[in-house]
């Protein structure tokens, strides 16, 4: 999907809390000359940086990997008073820390238990993978390149990262080599305003915030989040001791003037301390789908600078960003077999009726657009808003690569990933080391940052599509009258909410006027229903309530779609299903 043109945008001094922008193609040759670094940067970084670090378990930070302009930048606030007593407390890992020995020449370790790469089973590993730009499976099939890693590639001059590295033991910072990309694609991409960021590999944005609340939070803390958030984050903070109190939202997510009510009036003699950390997501939001404009960002970290609150930024769907949804009929589009949707470019996808013929999209070959239109049409995160260093960004590459691959990074300032750093030594370790060889050879050697940038407009046209399908569906087959919604701008779910005064038992007189027996049932009752009559219906939706960051105070019955998994077909068909329900529900013809 080709997104919007952006528009000339002045360039501005590294300290205004707008993006920086540039009129022209993303930069030129040198980091050296260059306030803002960019994709054609990193080959002339890379090769004035000192040799990356190839042994087993080197040690390596961002630090090593960042541009010569980002030491320009002031540093970040420190963070002492917010650490949890556990992690204040928490030591560097004596075995990881010898680690650091092995890089001086000659010397014979007898130290640490890494296993010899002799006795791993593996004398290779090869995937077939898409080249860019050509993505689909198709031509992934047709024209893919099949790369491989052997045992010693590194020994032999194949390689910078082999097996004999990636599936020993390594530090809890995850590789060098991968997070020397990762470390290069935040700033270019994000660009953080203050020069002591660095990254840390994670086994995930689960993991990682888990950890995270665990090195802010004491038990009977309290940390905000939206009213209804990632189910997960409820779940992860409830066996921590922490309670959650969800603030208002509205199409665009978080208020800001909710935010800054709630910590006003905080009353901590009732309520307890009052809350240091802030959990958002801001792009796509689960569950809801609602994206944060660039004002509303401007406008929460305004709030969370008033009231010193550290921000976990969990932002899995920053890149799938999508157009405003125009519908089929605002576009001329006529409807062939049930649904028809526009993709985002311009042609129409048909969408199978329910029991009609399979969907047939109708679709231009996808060709990206130049990476500095790509970004500069992308809703900045906070991270790329914050002066000081108050916020925690969770990246993953579960819903840009594959979930499987556990593997993610979080950027924060230099102390916090520290202590980040400290837990991961004792718990998690590291991410597998075969997945981290595997995103190695596909983004750093065959992909670099241009084709990596292009997949991920590869992967927003899709979603978009997809969200293009479900939307039209849902304006197709739901009754409008009783289920409301917006069509989501980033992101791959859709949020529906179900008019629950209207059903027949929420009614105060019977059918035939007379006075209903005993109380109407709840909101939370009438969600049960719906939800099982869609089960017996043959869709599955997941309930609102399981979102609710104050478990039990439902006042308004929700469902989450989602359109990632199912193809365009079953998300048709699954929608007329879920209307189906609805309408048996509530006793419609």
């Known amino acids: 999907m080709a997104p919007p043109a952006a528009l000339p945008v002045e360039a501005r001094g ?63 606030r420190r963070w002492d008073a917010r650490l949890s007593r556990e992690s204040a407390a928490r030591k560097k890992s004596s075995l990881k820390g010898a680690a ?45 390149a099949t790369l491989s890693t052997g045992r010693y590639d590194v020994r032999q001059g194949a390689s910078v990262y082999d097996l004999s590295i ?24 994000h660009a953080p305003r203050y020069a002591d960021w660095e990254c840390c590999l994670t086994t995930g944005s689960t993991s990682a915030l888990e950890m995270a609340m665990r090195m802010f939070l004491e038990p009977g803390d309290w940390i ?20 959650v109190c969800g603030v208002g939202m509205d199409g665009e997510g978080l208020l800001p003037k909710e935010l800054d009510r709630v910590l006003s009036d905080w009353d901590a003699e009732k309520r307890g301390r009052k809350p240091v950390l802030l959990y958002t997501v801001p792009t796509g939001q689960n569950p809801t789908g609602a994206t944060q404009s660039l004002a509303r960002r401007k406008a929460v970290m305004e709030v ?3 009231h010193d609150l550290l921000v976990i930024e969990d932002d899995p769907y920053f890149f799938l960003q999508m157009e405003e ?31 009609g013929q399979h969907p047939a999209t109708l679709s231009p070959k996808f060709k990206p657009t130049s990476v500095h239109a790509f970004l500069s049409a992308l809703t900045p995160s906070l991270l790329s808003l914050d002066p000081h260093g108050r916020v925690l960004r969770l990246d993953s590459f579960s819903k840009i690569i594959a979930p499987g691959s556990r593997t993610g990074w979080i950027t924060a300032p230099a102390q916090l990933i520290e202590r980040f750093v400290r837990h991961s030594e004792v ?43 479900i939307v039209a569906a849902a304006e197709r087959h739901l009754p409008r009258h009783l289920c409301i919604w917006n069509p989501v701008r980033a992101g791959m779910f859709f949020w529906i909410r179900i008019d629950w005064r209207r059903h027949p038992l929420a009614a105060t007189l019977g059918p035939g006027g007379e006075p209903r027996c005993g109380p109407p049932p709840s909101a939370l009752e009438i969600e049960e229903r ?20 104050q478990k039990g105070s439902d006042s308004e019955v929700f469902l989450r779609l989602t359109f990632a998994a199912a193809s365009e077909e079953q998300i048709v068909e699954g929608v007329g299903r879920l209307a189906d329900a609805v309408r048996r529900e509530f006793e419609l013809d």
């Not at 995850?174 to 990762?182: D, H, N, S």
């Not at 719906?530 to 609710?548: D, P």
Request: hydrophobic share 35%; with cysteine.
């Open 14 to 76: 590294l300290t205004d809390t707008s993006p920086i922008t540039l009129p022209g193609p993303i930069l030129a040759t040198s980091s050296h000359t260059h306030a803002v670094f960019g994709v054609p940067d990193v080959q002339p970084h890379r090769e004035c940086c000192p040799p990356l670090p190839r042994g087993v378990a080197a040690f390596a930070s961002s630090e090593m990997f960042k541009s010569p302009a980002n030491k320009a930048k002031p540093k970040a």
């Open 100 to 144: 650091a020995y092995l890089k001086i020449p000659g010397i014979i370790s007898l130290g640490g238990g890494l296993p010899s790469p002799e006795y791993f089973p593996f004398e290779s590993v090869s995937v077939r993978v898409p080249v860019a730009p050509a993505f689909t499976e198709d031509e992934t099939g047709h024209t893919g």
């Open 166 to 189: 990636a599936m020993n033991y390594g530090q809890a910072t995850g590789a060098a080599q991968l997070l020397r990309f990762v470390t290069e694609h935040t700033e270019i991409v």
């Open 224 to 243: 905000l989040t939206e009213e209804y958030t990632f189910s997960s984050a409820l779940e992860t903070a409830g066996p921590l001791g922490a309670r």
């Open 304 to 306: 969370c600078e008033r």
């Open 325 to 355: 949804y125009v519908s089929p009929e605002e576009r001329g589009l006529g409807e062939v077999n049930g649904t028809t949707s526009a993709t985002t470019n311009g042609t129409a996808a048909t969408n199978g009726h329910r029991g």
């Open 427 to 469: 718990s998690t370790q590291n991410p597998s080391g075969l997945s981290q060889v595997v995103l190695f050879k596909l983004l750093d050697e065959e992909w670099g940052h241009e084709g990596f940038l292009q997949w991920l407009m590869f992967i927003r046209a899709e979603y978009s599509r997809r969200r293009d399908v």
């Open 530 to 549: 719906i939800f099982h009559t869609a089960i017996a219906n043959g869709v599955l939706c997941s309930r609102g309530s399981w979102f609710r960051a």
